[in-house]
T-cell receptor, first 111, second 121 residues
Framework: TQLLEQSPQFLSIQEGENLTVYCNSSSVFSSLQWYRQEPGEGPVLLVTVVTGGEVKKLKRLTFQFGDARKDSSLHITAAQTGDTGLYLCAGSWAGSYQLTFGKGTKLSVIP | GAGVSQSPRYKVAKRGQDVALRCDPISGHVSLFWYQQALGQGPEFLTYFQNEAQLDKSGLPSDRFFAERPEGSVSTLKIQRTQQEDSAVYLC???????????????????FGPGTRLTVL
């Protein structure tokens, strides 16, 4: 069974602060995706990374994929209340179509 | 449609009843996935279709769970003789799959529906 660890599990910060969420595995990913999920809705895809060392930016969100393709991070600059939600990383491994999800990071941004 | 749709959005069943959950994937998407999400957890894989073929059903928790996609588009997840532990959100996702090309960033990008929240009393 492939395991994907995500940390922290809960994060509560003030508006304007920066934060980083981590996603780690002992296995090499063929691709990794970050999703954001709000209560009562399905996960919404934020980004896909496939190349080791890759960095992608989406407005105030920066996604990094580790050189060895075993880990990833999501950094949010100057968090806003609208960033509140559950952030999920999901990886797929060579030869597998299914996504394996981490348990998620529940982010609360307080005004 | 523009995105993945699922119906019903909410389902309450008495223990022992059968339920059927529907998924309409994005038009043209070859691959379709079902996931189960327990409260406070990430989604867990149930089964995968490529067109009408069910290529992986290793995540189905018991033989009470059955999924089909007879014409390679709409899919139905059926749960027979529901139990309380079946209570969860059932998510459907679709992706370009093979058409996206192995190695491309779009290859396994999965787009999720809003889910069906199943409550078994």
């Amino acid at each position: 069974t492939q395991l994907l660890e995500q940390s922290p599990q809960f994060l509560s910060i003030q508006e304007g602060e920066n934060l980083t969420v981590y996603c780690n595995s002992s296995s090499v990913f063929s691709s990794l995706q970050w999703y954001r999920q709000e209560p009562g809705e399905g996960p919404v895809l934020l980004v896909t990374v496939v190349t080791g060392g890759e960095v992608k930016k989406l407005k105030r969100l920066t996604f990094q994929f580790g050189d060895a393709r075993k880990d990833s991070s999501l950094h949010i600059t100057a968090a806003q209340t609208g960033d509140t939600g559950l952030y999920l990383c999901a990886g797929s491994w060579a030869g597998s179509y299914q996504l394996t999800f981490g348990k998620g990071t529940k982010l609360s941004v307080i005004p | 449609g523009a995105g993945v749709s699922q119906s019903p959005r909410y389902k309450v069943a008495k223990r022992g009843q059968d339920v059927a959950l529907r998924c309409d994937p994005i038009s043209g998407h070859v691959s379709l996935f079902w996931y189960q999400q327990a409260l406070g957890q990430g989604p867990e894989f149930l089964t995968y279709f490529q067109n009408e073929a069910q290529l992986d059903k290793s995540g189905l928790p018991s033989d009470r769970f059955f999924a089909e996609r007879p014409e390679g588009s709409v899919s139905t997840l059926k749960i027979q003789r529901t139990q309380q532990e079946d209570s969860a959100v059932y998510l459907c996702a679709s992706s370009l799959g093979v058409r996206g090309g192995i190695g491309s960033s779009s290859y396994n990008e999965q787009f999720f529906g809003p889910g069906t929240r199943l409550t078994v009393l």
